[in-house]
């Protein structure tokens, strides 16, 4: 019986690869422009990490971790998110003892057990940063930034940035308390999910999707005029950064993200008409994850930006770099299977992309094969022309063929493709 892939997984295919590879180029330059240094941490952690990292009380602990027992009865979690992992290397392997701040990015699979759907996989791809060290509300600004300037060089315009302050431990508490208040009254009126809220974590009464939910949150409390004096001052000067920069946001104070350690600032790059899935990508600060994970406390901010909801709202733009296809392709004709051997792997030595005929089809077949590929050169060896040290070189553009030496046939395509 066929095996098929998970639910909930892809795979990527050449031709989706190599997007995937265009839009990790774009990412890694403009980390290095902005300073980040890549990190790259195991794709399974410790459950606990996630459980004291992410909170007990979001949708990804919940409900969503791959959790399993390993075969020496560890629990083992396959890694939902990037953030808590990046933090615990952080604290792992002493970078706090280094020059501050420590500005970090990563690329890589996360995994939730979500219900899939189009923009919602199980084994999905983000791109994240993180600065370790930085109380500084331009630091806010410049992982914010960082992301709205990644949208912008991949030609995704439309994109709306929401910002919101979720405060701190000093004034969540009374922002707490003040949508407790609200709430308890009219709680009959919303979902189970929302009721379980109300009791563990009622800062999430306010981002719940169902409509009759939200319907009861109009009239709630606004966190932003709850924030004690030191988180509105920082609210203030990230937004007189945003401003400075000219980035639009909307202000959004409903916006509380689902990760428990979230301080301050929180933000969203929405798909305008998105549906349930508009995320595209949303980060803020979290100065309560390192102390909550065992070090002493590091203020920290970053983001974690959604790769498989980028590239479907780029799969209506024209491909960047359409498909490049090999510089030569050698066809055999006759008994030349060694020559053509040597001569494939001396192109490849001169670093030309090169490629063959392993199907033992006819020379009309082979150059048909070549034209589909999109060859740019073809170099036929042939019985009879080797006899003469020989081959043919057909330009696949302008449809002409010459006899070339076969000893004079890589310097000749490195000069005609200028490699
Ligand atoms: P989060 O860590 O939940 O804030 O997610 C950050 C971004 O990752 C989202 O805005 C999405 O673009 C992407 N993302 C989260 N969950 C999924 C998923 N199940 N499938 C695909 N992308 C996802």
């Not at 690869?17 to 902005?34: F, G, H, T, V």
């Not at 995704?156 to 707490?176: A, F, Q, Y």
Request: proline share 5%; with cysteine; net charge neutral.
């Amino acid at each position: 019986m066929q095996i098929f892939r998970p639910r909930g997984t892809t795979d990527i295919l050449p031709e989706e690869a190599r997007k995937w590879q265009s839009i990790e180029e774009e990412i890694r330059n403009l980390c290095r422009i902005y300073g980040y240094g890549e990190i790259r941490t195991p794709v399974f952690e410790a459950t606990d990490l996630f459980h004291r990292g992410v909170g007990e009380t979001t949708d990804i602990v919940e409900k969503e971790m791959y959790t399993f027992l390993d075969k020496g009865n560890r629990s083992l979690t396959l890694r939902p998110e990037g953030t808590a992992p990046v933090a615990r290397a952080y604290l792992e392997n002493r970078l706090y003892a280094a020059p501050q701040p420590q500005k970090l990015y990563y690329i890589g699979p996360m995994f939730r057990h979500d219900r899939p759907q189009a923009g919602r996989y199980r084994q999905f791809h983000q791109f994240g940063v993180e600065i370790f060290g930085a109380e500084d509300p331009a630091a806010d600004a410049e992982v914010i930034t960082l992301a709205v300037e990644f949208f912008g060089r991949l030609g995704l315009t439309g994109l709306t940035l929401h910002l919101n302050s979720v405060g701190c431990p000093e004034c969540r508490p009374v922002i707490r308390e003040k949508l407790v208040g609200y709430f308890e009254a009219l709680i009959w009126k919303c979902c189970p999910d929302c009721r379980i809220r109300l009791a563990k974590n009622p800062l999430r009464l306010l981002d719940c999707k169902e409509e009759h939910c939200r319907e009861v949150g109009r009239g709630a409390p606004n966190p932003l005029e709850c924030l004690c004096v030191e988180c509105s001052a920082h609210f203030a000067q990230v937004r007189h950064y945003l401003d400075l920069l000219n980035i639009a946001y909307e202000l959004n104070p409903r916006l509380v993200r689902g990760l428990d350690y979230y301080t301050k600032t929180a933000f969203e790059i929405l798909i305008p008409g998105g549906g349930a899935q508009d995320a595209v990508g949303g980060g803020g600060r979290y100065d309560g994850l390192v102390g909550a994970i065992g070090g002493s406390p590091v203020p920290a901010v970053g983001f974690a930006l959604g790769l498989e909801r980028t590239l479907l709202l780029m799969k209506n733009k024209a491909d960047p770099d359409a498909v490049a296809g090999p510089d030569a392709f050698v066809v055999l004709a006759g008994d030349t299977a060694d020559a053509a051997t040597r001569l494939v792997a001396r192109l490849r030595g001169a670093g030309l992309a090169t490629d063959r005929d392993y199907t033992g089809r006819s020379l009309k077949a082979q150059m048909k094969y070549a034209g589909k590929v999109g060859a740019r050169y073809v170099v036929i060896v042939g019985e009879d022309e080797l006899e003469g040290g020989n081959v043919a070189l057909k330009d696949m553009e302008t449809g002409r063929q010459t006899e070339v030496l076969l000893e004079e046939v890589v310097e000749r395509l490195r000069r005609v493709l200028k490699k």
